[in-house]
C-alpha cells in the first residue's frame, strides 16, 4: 500500500445480501443528509464564474466537464438528440485532485476549465473512477501537462488504461481497493469498489468533508449541459427523466443486481450531494433518484402503465395494436403508449419497458420468424434482464402466423414473465371475430394493470395520516409511526418524521 493511502472499516459491513434487496429495502440503511437533514447548497460567490463550462459545486470542489452537442450517437449506438455532458471535478486543498476526464471530443474546453481552476497550481492526484473512454481519452494528455501528477485508480483500471492508450502508469499510479483512503489535507476521500456498474474496474470516491459522492456511471443522464449544473436547477421529471431512464436502463440495465449491492453500501456513509460521470449533479431530493435507482435495479416497473410496441409492413398488425390500445384506454387505464417497432429507436423501448408494468407486443410474421426489427428488441430484452413483465401477444401472418410462439420463447426466458389473456392471431388483416379476440386481450390487459393500480389506493382508504421524512421526504401511511420504524429511503428513525 502506498504510504498516501490509509484505510477504512465502515464500508464493510453493508456488501453483503444484494441479490435479495428489494426495491426500497436496497436503501435501508442509506443516509443522504446531514444530521440536520439539510440540503447542501453552496451559496458563496461563484469563483470561476464566466469560465467556459466551470461552476462550483462546493466551496473547493468545481465543476470543470463539458458538453458534447455534437455527438449523434452515443457508444455509436444510441442515439442522443440532446447531447450529453462529459463530467469532471476539481478539488482544491491543501493536495490538489482531478476526478475523471472528458470524452477526446471535448479536451479543448476541458483543458481550458482546467487551467483556469488550478490557477497556477500543480495537480497532485488524477482519480480515475471508470475508464471508458468517454471519460478517460484526455488522462494521457493530463498526465504530460501535469507530470508530478499521480494516479489513483483501481489496479484493473490501470491495465484497461493500458490496453486502450499505451499508458504505463507503473511509476506513478496507487491501486486503492475497497476502503482505502486519501487525505488531500481537509478533505480525505474513501474509495469503494462498484464492478460492473458500468465495467468492473469501477470505483466511486467519497468526501467525508463535503459529503460528495463521485458516483461514476451511476446516477447520469444522457443530456448536455445548458449553464444549469443541479438537478434542482431544472425540471428534472419533465425534461431529464426519460433520458435519465434511458440511459441507466441501455447503460447498466443489465447489471441490477452490482447496482444494488453499490446502493447498499451507500446507505454506510452520510451522502449530501451525487457528482456523476454525466448529467446534473444531486445537491437536493437525492431519495427522489435513488428510489428509482432501486425500482430500475430491482427491475420493479416503474408505472402501471401499458406500452405496445407493434411491428406492421403493410397495416394489418398496426391496425390490431391501434384497437387494442383503444379498448385498454377505454377500461380506464391512463397510461397507454404506441410504439412502431421500425421507427423507435431499441434503445427509446428499453427505457420504456422499465418503465412500464404491462407490454402488448404485435408482430408480423417475417421469414417464417418474428420481424427482425421486432425480434431485435425482444433479444435486447432479454440482454437488459428485464423481470416482472407482463405481456400480452398478437400475431400476423398471412398463410403461416408463427410469430407468437416464438416472442413467447424469447420472453420466456426473462426471469418472472407473465403473459396475460390469449395471443390473438390474425391473418393479414383484422376480422371481425379478430376483433372479438383483440377485445378480450384488452379487456385482461386492462383488468390486470387496474388490479394493480388498485393495490395503493385501497391501502391509502385505510391508511389516515401521512408521516413525512425529514431527510428525504418519503411518506409513511398511518395514524401512528411504529416505534422501531425505519425510513426504507434514509434510514432515519422515528424522531425524523413529520406528521402531516
Ligand atoms: Fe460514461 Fe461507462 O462511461
Redesign the pocket.
Known amino acids: 500500500m502506498s504510504k498516501e493511502i490509509g484505510r477504512r472499516e465502515f464500508l464493510k459491513a453493508a456488501v453483503a445480501g444484494a441479490a435479495g434487496l428489494a426495491a426500497a429495502g436496497a436503501l435501508g440503511g442509506a443516509a443522504f443528509a446531514d444530521e440536520g437533514g439539510e440540503a447542501v447548497k453552496f451559496e458563496g460567490k461563484p469563483k470561476f464564474a464566466g469560465i467556459g463550462s466551470v461552476r462550483s459545486v462546493t466551496e473547493d470542489i468545481v465543476y470543470v466537464g463539458v458538453s458534447d452537442r455534437r455527438i449523434q450517437l452515443f457508444e455509436n449506438v444510441y442515439p442522443i438528440p440532446r447531447g450529453v455532458a ?1 463530467n469532471s471535478y476539481v478539488i482544491l486543498d491543501e493536495k490538489t485532485a482531478l476526478v475523471d476526464t472528458v470524452d477526446r471530443s471535448v479536451t479543448g474546453q476541458f483543458f481550458e476549465n482546467l487551467t483556469a481552476v488550478l490557477d497556477g497550481r500543480e495537480l497532485d492526484y488524477l482519480i480515475v473512477n ?1 475508464m ?1 473512454p ?2 478517460s481519452s484526455a488522462i494521457s494528455e493530463v498526465l504530460v501537462r501535469y507530470p508530478n501528477a499521480k494516479v489513483v485508480c483501481t489496479m484493473a483500471a490501470s491495465l484497461i488504461l493500458n490496453q486502450f492508450f499505451a499508458c504505463d502508469i507503473s511509476d506513478r499510479g496507487i491501486f486503492v481497493r475497497e476502503g482505502d483512503t486519501l487525505n488531500l489535507g481537509r478533505h480525505t476521500l474513501t474509495f469503494v469498489q462498484a464492478p460492473m456498474v ?2 468492473p474496474e ?1 470505483m466511486m470516491t467519497f468526501d467525508d468533508v463535503s459529503g460528495v459522492l463521485f458516483s ?2 451511476a446516477f ?1 443522464s444522457f443530456g448536455a449541459l445548458n449553464g444549469n449544473l443541479f438537478a434542482d436547477e431544472v425540471d428534472f421529471e419533465k425534461d431529464w427523466l426519460p433520458d435519465a431512464r434511458r440511459y441507466y436502463c441501455n ?1 447498466v440495465g443489465k447489471y441490477g443486481q452490482q447496482v444494488q449491492a453499490v446502493l447498499a453500501k451507500a446507505g454506510t456513509v452520510p451522502i449530501k450531494i451525487l457528482c456523476p ?2 448529467g446534473p449533479v444531486w445537491r437536493e431530493n437525492l431519495g427522489w433518484i435513488l428510489e428509482k435507482y432501486s425500482l430500475w435495479s430491482s427491475y420493479t416497473p416503474e408505472e402501471n402503465a401499458v406500452m405496445v410496441v407493434y411491428g406492421s409492413v403493410y397495416g394489418g398488425t398496426e391496425s390490431a395494436a391501434n384497437a387494442v390500445a383503444a379498448m385498454i384506454s377505454q377500461k380506464g387505464v391512463a397510461d397507454v403508449a404506441v410504439y412502431d417497432v421500425s421507427k423507435t429507436h431499441v434503445s427509446e423501448l428499453i427505457g420504456e419497458a422499465f418503465r412500464c408494468s404491462h407490454i402488448v407486443l404485435a408482430s408480423i410474421t417475417y421469414n417464417m420468424g418474428i420481424f427482425t426489427p421486432m425480434k431485435n428488441f425482444l433479444l435486447d430484452l432479454e440482454a437488459h434482464n428485464l423481470q416482472n413483465r407482463s405481456f400480452a401477444l398478437i400475431e400476423n401472418g398471412s398463410w403461416s402466423p408463427a410469430s407468437g410462439k416464438q416472442m413467447k420463447e424469447i420472453l420466456g426466458r426473462l426471469a418472472s414473465a407473465s403473459f396475460v389473456g390469449d395471443t390473438v392471431t390474425i391473418f393479414s388483416s383484422p376480422s371481425a371475430s379478430d376483433h372479438e379476440a383483440l377485445a378480450a386481450l384488452a379487456d385482461a390487459v386492462a383488468a390486470s394493470v387496474l388490479a394493480g393500480a388498485e393495490l395503493p389506493a385501497e391501502e391509502t382508504e385505510s391508511a389516515g395520516a401521512e408521516w413525512v421524512c425529514d431527510i428525504c421526504g418519503y411518506v409513511y401511511e398511518g395514524d401512528e409511526l411504529p416505534e422501531d420504524f425505519k425510513c426504507p429511503i434514509c434510514g432515519a428513525g422515528p424522531d425524523r418524521f413529520t406528521k402531516k
Open positions: 462529459y471508470h471508458e468517454d471519460h458500468h465495467w469501477v461514476a456511471d447520469g447503460i460521470t454525466h
